[in-house]
Structure formats: structure tokens, C-alpha cells
């Protein structure tokens, strides 16, 4: 099915670190969201963008709507051990109240 | 608890059994979603609701899954005949409008499906 495509797929860095992932749609989206999920957990919403050029944060983490609507981006600030787990963002596709889920992008710190 | 709350949390089962899946929502918010996610993957949107209205249904909802929202309230998703590649994290949310989670998912914990 349709999907979103988010990158990197997984990276591991330093506690300390910033990090940086984004996702893109071949087709335009009027709202952003993005999510963690912890292991055998639901996803739970960090950052919602709903304006395209929106930049938004929430403590360590800023979302930026990118201005084309066909891409969003997440940075999390001097990561530390909990960050661990999967991203996801999604969307509502266009005309629809039907959200789709990026492939996810899985962050692993290292202490 | 003012979540969205879904049971059971793990369910084993042997092919060929149907299960049931329930979800409770936030009780003022009138959208309800149910996904599916495999492991490593993103959650593939099944089907969602408009208080009792099933307003669209995805392909992966072959004629073996069946959703219901009776009263606009709770939610059950059935899988008759389960097959193995059923097996899979089944996840509610819950959507609605006003200036509490409008446009946004909450999501509940999920219930995992292990089929033998």
C-alpha cells in the first residue's frame, strides 16, 4: 500500500548526539505528525505540523513541515539512552481522514 | 484512564480459530482507526470509522477480517479462519475533532496476534 519513506532506516549514535531523519511523499499533505514507538508499545505522538514552513518542538525534538508539503523533518537535541526506538511519521492522504505510516526510522544511543 | 484502551493485549491461537479484538476509545473523540503492523514495519491502515459508520476499508481487510462500531462507541475487529500471516501487532486509534486531539491519532498499546 501506499507508503511514506522515511530516512535513515536505523542509526546508532552517542549518547549526547543530535540527530536528524526526515520523510517524504511522492504526493502533497496537509498535516504531519511523528511518533515514537518503544517495543511492543502503540505509538505515541511527539510533534503535530499543519502548516507547510511550520517548525515546531516539543523539549529536545523540533519538526520542521517542509514548504514543498511532500516532506517533514525531525531533530532530536544531545540525545540521551531513552530516546532508543522507532520514529514514525504520518500523514492524513489528501481529501481524507485515512492516515498513513512512514517505514520508520530506528534510533539506537549508546551511553 | 482516559486513554484508548484495547483487549486482549497478547492472544495465541491455532490456525483456523477466528479472534476477536476489542477497543475502547477516548469517548469524545468520534474517529476510530485500526492498523496492522508486522515486525519492522510501519502500521498498515486497515479500516476506520466515523461514529458508527465504517467509512473505508483498506484491501488488506480480506473477507476473513470484519470491523465493527456499534453505537459509535467501542470497537471490535474479528478474524475468522486465522491464517499465520495474520500474526501481527493489531493497533486501535482514535481521532476527532475539537481542540483536543484534533487531527492527531492517539493510539492504544496494541493487541498482538500470534497465530500457530
Request: net charge positive; with cysteine; aromatic share 10%.
Amino acid at each position: 500500500g501506499q507508503q511514506l519513506n522515511q530516512s535513515p532506516q536505523s542509526m546508532f549514535i552517542q549518547e549526547g548526539e543530535d540527530v536528524s531523519m526526515n520523510c517524504t511523499s511522492s504526493s502533497i499533505f496537509n498535516t504531519w505528525l511523528w511518533y515514537k514507538q518503544d517495543p511492543g508499545e502503540g505509538p505515541v505522538l511527539l510533534i503535530a505540523l499543519y502548516k507547510a514552513g511550520e517548525l515546531t518542538s516539543n523539549g529536545r525534538l523540533t519538526a520542521q513541515f517542509g514548504i514543498t508539503r511532500k516532506d517533514s523533518f525531525l531533530n532530536i537535541s544531545a540525545s540521551i539512552p531513552s530516546d532508543v526506538g522507532i520514529y514514525f511519521c504520518a500523514g492524513p492522504t489528501s481529501g481524507t481522514y485515512k492516515y498513513i505510516f512512514g517505514t520508520g526510522t530506528r534510533l539506537k544511543v549508546l551511553a | 484512564d482516559t486513554g484508548v484502551s484495547q483487549n486482549p493485549r497478547h492472544k495465541i491461537t491455532k490456525r483456523g480459530q477466528n479472534v476477536t479484538f476489542r477497543c475502547d476509545p477516548i469517548s469524545e473523540h468520534n474517529r476510530l482507526y485500526w492498523y496492522r503492523q508486522t515486525l519492522g514495519q510501519g502500521p498498515e491502515f486497515l479500516t476506520y470509522f466515523q461514529n458508527e459508520a465504517q467509512l473505508e476499508k483498506s484491501r488488506l481487510l480480506s473477507d476473513r477480517f470484519s470491523a465493527e462500531r456499534p453505537k459509535g462507541s467501542f470497537s471490535t475487529l474479528e478474524i475468522q479462519r486465522t491464517e499465520q500471516g495474520d500474526s501481527a501487532m493489531y493497533l486501535c486509534a482514535n481521532s476527532g475533532q475539537g481542540a483536543s486531539g484534533a487531527n492527531v491519532l492517539t493510539f492504544g498499546a496494541g493487541s498482538r496476534l500470534t497465530v500457530l
